[in-house]
């Protein structure tokens, strides 16, 4: 499956943000999705995932309560809806679909990955 991600921008804390991620190729709805995030020097976290239908999502400890992931199969999109952004959420933010159709918090189980869009959160 080949992944877009779109959304991300500059923003100032306490704003909100919707990343959108689109999916073509081989059937979405088969599997998990997963949102990540990077910053220069650091290794890739962990934000959010959610299972094939939707029916299971599962969250960072420093976005939850914040961030929202969801999906819409007949649409191919999963997103990640961010509220009260802080400066620490700036990062390069990846959607990546799981080799399954549920997931881990293991960037090493998911097989393909969109080409990130920035989110930069300013003071």
């Known amino acids: 499956v080949q992944l877009q991600a779109s959304g991300g921008g500059l923003v100032q804390a306490g704003d909100s943000l919707r990343l959108s991620c689109a999916a073509s190729g081989r059937t979405f709805s088969n599997n998990g999705m997963g949102w990540f995030r990077q910053v220069p020097g650091k290794e890739r976290e962990f934000v959010a995932a959610?299972?094939?239908?939707?029916?299971?999502?599962y969250y960072a400890d420093s976005v939850k309560g914040r961030f929202t992931i969801s999906r819409d199969n007949a649409k191919n999109t999963v997103y990640l809806q961010m509220n009260s952004l802080k400066p620490e959420d700036t990062a390069l933010y990846y959607c990546?679909?799981?080799?399954?159709?549920?997931?881990?918090?293991?960037?090493?189980?998911?097989?393909?990955w969109g080409q990130g869009t920035q989110v930069t959160v300013s003071s």
């Open positions: 990546a679909a799981h080799r399954g159709a549920y997931y881990t918090t293991n960037p090493m189980n998911f097989n393909s």
């Open positions: 959610i299972n094939w239908n939707g029916g299971s999502t």
